[in-house]
């Protein structure tokens, strides 16, 4: 069964640091690599990393996934409080239907 | 347009009771997911229904089952509940579940039942 790793688990930082966070993965059926944030429920949508070399960004948030490696990481920029929360990383299986293997997730506190 | 929507969001059972749970999925969207979600194993994909038939399955005792009705509503339903089934448990709803150029379609989450049991 793939396993997903990432860290830190845990990470304290002050607002303006910048943070980044690893997850590595295993390469069984993999299709695509998938970012999320929780911070109080339910977990959104960061970034689907499918090719290697090629970042993601959305604001202060980028990514990137090194295929021949295995694994991913997640920048965040001049970090503001708003940034603390759960980040987790998944897996997508290509499985028929939908198949994700989470990791344990990075819990990022950001101090003001 | 409304979100994934779970019911009820808290709940608290005592041990070899069974309970239902219940998902509604954005509308349109036919997939549906179960997760898991505990302090020491994180997140954990239980099932997968799309169109009513489960799709997939992930590692977890038969106790823990499911089903979709023709609306895409889903419902999970653990049996014989035990102390370690206290949890927050997420659905989470997409188009088609293998759509998408890179077979991956967006899963939106809801704001997950916390399970307590004594």
């Known amino acids: 069964e793939d396993k997903v790793v990432q860290s830190p688990l845990s990470l304290v930082v002050h607002e303006g640091d910048t943070v980044t966070l690893n997850c590595s993965y295993e390469v069984t059926n993999f299709r695509s690599l998938l970012w999320y944030k929780q911070e109080k429920k339910a977990p959104t949508f960061l970034f689907m990393l499918?090719?290697?070399?090629i970042e993601k960004k959305s604001g202060r948030l980028s990514s990137i996934l090194d295929k021949k490696e295995l694994f991913s990481i997640l920048n965040i920029t001049a970090t503001q409080t708003g940034d603390s929360a759960i980040y987790l990383c998944?897996?997508?299986?290509?499985?028929?239907?939908?198949?994700?293997?989470f990791g344990p997730g990075t819990r990022l506190s950001v101090l003001p | 347009k409304a979100g994934v929507t779970q019911t009820p969001r808290y709940l608290i059972k005592t041990r070899g009771q069974q309970v239902t749970l219940s998902c509604s999925p954005i509308?349109?969207?036919?997939?549906v997911s179960w997760y898991q979600q505990t302090p020491g194993q994180g997140l954990q994909f239980l099932f997968e229904?799309?169109?009513?038939?489960?799709?997939n399955k992930g590692n977890f005792p038969g106790r823990f089952s499911g089903r979709q009705f023709s609306n895409s509503r889903s419902e999970m339903n653990v049996s014989t509940l035990e102390l370690g089934d206290s949890a927050l448990y997420l659905c989470a709803s997409s188009l088609s579940g293998t759509g998408g150029v890179n077979g991956y379609d967006e899963q939106f989450f809801g704001p997950g039942t916390r399970l307590t049991v004594l």
């Open positions: 998944a897996e997508y299986i290509d499985n028929y239907g939908q198949n994700f293997v």
């Open positions: 509308s349109g969207h036919r997939s």
């Open positions: 229904y799309f169109s009513e038939t489960q799709r």
């Open positions: 499918t090719s290697s070399g």
